[in-house]
């Protein structure tokens, strides 16, 4: 029986760590994040309340695109990072600072909201949960040269979004992994409890 399994978690959780793990031990498919390059993320980083709103359509639209290849597959896939958080936590934070207008928010989520018609949620979604502290020691530690100029402020913006939206998400199953104390990379009795917990949820949901 074919599984499409979704990580989500905020910059620094180890969403790639964690998808890239499981693929391996499960001999399952592995679907990195799209890095389609953005043919406005030119442009939004020069003014980005003219382009934030061009900039989250364009990333939507590829995301369920995306999503939706995922889900009709005729093998199991472990997936690094969802749709729902394009919309969800990122295009939010935008409007959140100002930077979309309530009219451009609104038809965002008009738009989100019939795209995600047409795609069918995963089996399972495992929320990677950290705290802000967590996450910018992660970030500074492996020091990304695209991530060198995030602030402990934005990390806890989306942070806040992430806790908020996992609260509220009743789409798929989820299983929620607290990363205080944790280190799967380099702890294989860590990434078989993962295993173990995540086929669980998945059969008595």
Known sequence: ??????????????????????????????????????PYLKNFYQDMKKWAFHSQVFYLSKMVEYHHSLSKREVSSIQDRSVYENAEIFAKNLYNQGQMSFDEWE?????????????????????????????????????REAERNISFQYIQQLNTLYNDWIINFTLCPILILDLAGTDFKNRPKEQDEIVEKMFSVIKNS
Do not use: C
């Open 1 to 38: 029986m074919q599984h499409f399994v979704t990580i989500s978690g905020n910059i620094g959780a180890g969403k790639t760590n964690l998808s890239k793990i499981l693929s391996e031990k499960l001999n399952w498919s592995l679907a990195p994040e799209p890095v389609d390059e953005n």
């Open 107 to 143: 038809t965002y989520q008009l738009l989100y909201k019939s795209l995600l018609l047409r795609a069918n949620p995963p089996d399972l979604l495992i929320y990677l949960k950290a705290t802000p502290e967590f996450l910018m020691e992660r970030i500074q530690e492996r020091s």
